[in-house]
């Protein structure tokens, strides 16, 4: 079935699993605790909805209406989100892992902690996110939007972010072991503390970069522009067994 009209319906813990449902309307719809696994709801509506607790494991919501649905809690993992609508969203406790959010909007929203192992976040606008203490293990952020984002204590080993925009984002303490930066833009950032064990940094853009007691253990560099005169404490930073060009 596609094009429900499901408006305000009352689905707690109601077991969708499966169904396909593609442009339906759920809009405020009671969806707490329901299972939504491999439900296809491409392009449907679902803003307002309260899916709290909800199971959605490889569920399609591409090009979906999410603004305003409460996702505390619920278990997103693999599901497909690319080109949907998340303004206003509540995510607390949200499981996104592996989840794909290609092309997506989340600009000015509060990530906190939130499990993003493994996502693919290509091309995506998360500027002034709060994604302090996240887990980006192994995301695909390549050509993402971070400007001015705080990942403090953000977990970001293995990160894919070449040609990223990093700057004058907040990366204290934030672990990027092995994660590429290859061509990204990480001026004005703040790297202290972080760790860049083994990351490729070739052509990134470090210029003004803050990188008090930050570590590049073995880290692969090339760095385009790179100006310790102007970056700050820079003489600190812990460079071991490599070259950085400056440019």
């Known amino acids: 079935m596609s094009e429900v009209n499901l408006q305000q319906a009352d689905l ?7 169904a396909f449902m593609v442009k339906s309307q ?15 709801l491409r392009a449907s509506n679902l803003s307002g909805a309260n899916a709290c607790g909800a199971k959605l494991q490889k569920v ?6 999410l603004n305003n649905t409460n996702f505390n809690w619920a278990d997103l993992q693999e599901g497909r989100l690319t080109g949907a609508q998340l303004q206003d969203i509540s995510w607390t406790g949200v499981n996104l892992s592996q989840t794909f959010l290609i092309d997506v909007d989340l600009s000015g929203t509060d990530l906190t902690g939130i499990n993003f192992s493994q996502a693919k976040l290509t091309r995506a606008n998360l500027s002034n996110t709060n994604l302090s203490n996240a887990n980006l293990v192994d995301a695909q952020l390549r050509n993402v939007d971070l400007n001015h984002a705080n990942l403090s204590n953000a977990n970001l080993s293995e990160a894919q972010t070449k040609g990223g925009n990093l700057s004058n984002a907040n990366l204290v303490h934030a672990n990027l072991i092995n994660a590429d930066l290859g061509g990204a833009s990480l001026k004005k950032a703040n790297l202290s503390n972080a760790d860049l064990t083994q990351a490729n940094l070739s052509d990134a853009d470090l210029e003004f970069a803050v990188l008090y007691n930050a570590i590049f ?11 310790p005169s102007q970056a700050k404490l820079v003489s600190q930073a812990n460079l071991v067994q490599q070259s950085i060009q400056i440019a």
């Open 217 to 227: 253990e073995a880290t692969t560099s090339n760095i385009t522009r790179f100006l």
């Open 60 to 65: 399609n919501l591409r090009q979906a209406n």
């Open 12 to 18: 707690t813990k109601a077991n969708l699993s499966g």
């Open 26 to 40: 759920l809009v405020e719809a009671k969806l707490s605790g329901a299972n939504l696994s491999h439900t296809n």
